[in-house]
Each structure stands twice: as C-alpha cells, then as structure tokens.
C-alpha cells in the first residue's frame, strides 16, 4: 500500500541548467542508491537519506559531496535542488566525512523563495564559487560562437582564434570568471541542449544528436553520470526555464 505521505516518484517542478550547474524546484521523490559526477545541495522538509553503509538521517538541507554514494529514502513533495559540478564545489571537495551521511546535513533554513535567483544565490554563498555569468567581451564571445558551432565539435583552438585570444588565455577566462574549464563548460551545455530538446517532446536519439552525443545511449550514460538519473526522469513532468 502507498505512503500518501511519501513522494510519488518522478520530478515535477521547474529546472534550469547554467554553466556547471542544474538547478530545481519541485516534487523530489525517494531514490536508489547511487553517486553522481556531481555534488548535489538537497533543501526541503521530510527527506531521509541513507549512504552506502545504510546509515540513516533525516534532514532539512544537506551538501552531498560528488561521488559519494546516496539513497534518497524518503524525499518531499515541494523541495530544492541543485547539482553542481565538482570544479565549483569549493568547499565541498575538502568534506571530512563525504562517505558518511551523518557529514551531510547543514544548518540551513529553507528558503521562503522558490525562485531561480533565490537558489543560484544560495548555491553560489555555500560553495564560495565565483558567480558563472562571464563578464569579460571575448569570453561572452566565446559563449556564443559555443552555442552557434553545438552540435558540432568544438575545438578550444577554434574558439580562442574566433574570438581573437591564445588558447591558453581563453581557458583562463573560462576557470577564472565561470569557475569551469572550457571542456565542462561544453559538456554542460551540450547536456542543455539535450534536456532542453527531450523536454520538447523529441526522442532519445533526436535529443542526442540535436547535442552533439554520439547516440542515444551515450547520452543516458553521460547523464547518469553526472545527475544520477535518467534522461526521462529529468525530462517528464518538468517546467525547462530558459
């Protein structure tokens, strides 16, 4: 018999990608346990989270290192989210106890905001991170003739000669004002593209291509990897902010 007290499974809610980072609102339900390329910021009331010795913790907001393997055991049907790319952990990649759920929670009142500034801002305060919007002209730029060249390859050579600056300066820029080398910046947004796509009601293998992945499998891999679901998990019964 269902737990009406329990999540149902699923994410409904609105999300949103940015360099190095996804961002979420909404219903999180209980998951498997699992490890992800990314740390993940979990804001909400009733979440229960085990780690891979099956020790148990109810929490309120908790910082869960990358990597590390987690169970959402219980989750909540109006919480926050966000994963963030190990390169912009700050803080997080120094955790003491990243193994144990009992280092996971922190003292962290849930926000009366659900909007996306409100968690961009919290997540730039906990991780110390430099704020991911470039400032710099050449390496607006550069974002751009990015976004113009997806799906294709794209050659950090051959965007530093387009936007008239050595290689080695532009992949400055990029750590320095993004907080992200130029290939995760590119993973990223490729990762953008796809969700963005699948959200619009294309297929595995159109969403896939339309981002630049070889197929529709390197995809689910590579989201997986990074997020710890699926690609229709993070695509079905979501709101794509753009």
């Known amino acids: 018999m269902t737990d009406p007290a329990r999540p149902a499974a699923g994410w409904h809610g609105w999300a949103a ?3 190095g980072r996804l961002y979420y609102s909404g219903q999180i339900g209980a998951a498997d346990l699992h ?3 990314a740390a993940q910021l979990l804001i ?11 020790a148990e913790h109810a929490v309120t907001a908790a910082l869960i290192p990358a990597n ?3 169970a959402i055991v219980h989750g909540t049907a109006d919480g926050l989210l966000a994963l963030i790319d190990p390169v912009q952990g700050g803080p997080l990649r120094a955790h003491p106890h990243a193994w144990s759920s009992a280092g996971w929670p922190i003292d962290l009142d849930v926000p009366a905001g659900r909007d996306l500034p409100t968690l961009h801002a919290l997540v730039n305060h906990l991780t110390g991170a430099v ?10 730029h550069a974002t751009q003739v990015i976004a113009a060249l997806l799906p294709a390859r794209v050659r950090l050579a051959e965007v530093a000669r387009a936007v008239h ?7 400055h820029l990029f750590t320095g004002e993004l907080g992200l080398p130029f290939r995760p910046y590119v993973l990223w947004m490729r990762l953008r593209v796809a969700l963005s796509s699948l959200s619009g009601g294309t297929s595995l293998t159109e969403a ?4 630049g992945f070889a197929d529709a499998a390197h995809l689910t891999r590579v989201v997986r990897r990074m997020m710890g679901q699926a690609p229709s998990t993070l695509t079905a019964g979501v709101r794509w902010l753009t």
């Open 17 to 19: 990608i940015t360099p």
């Open 165 to 171: 600056l050595s290689d080695s300066r532009l992949s």
């Open 68 to 70: 590390t393997p987690h």
């Open 35 to 37: 490890a992800h390329h």
């Open 44 to 54: 909400g009331d009733g979440f229960v989270l085990r780690d891979a010795e099956g």
């Open 208 to 211: 896939a291509h339309a981002a």
């Open 131 to 140: 704020p991911p919007r470039p400032r710099h002209p050449a390496l607006i």
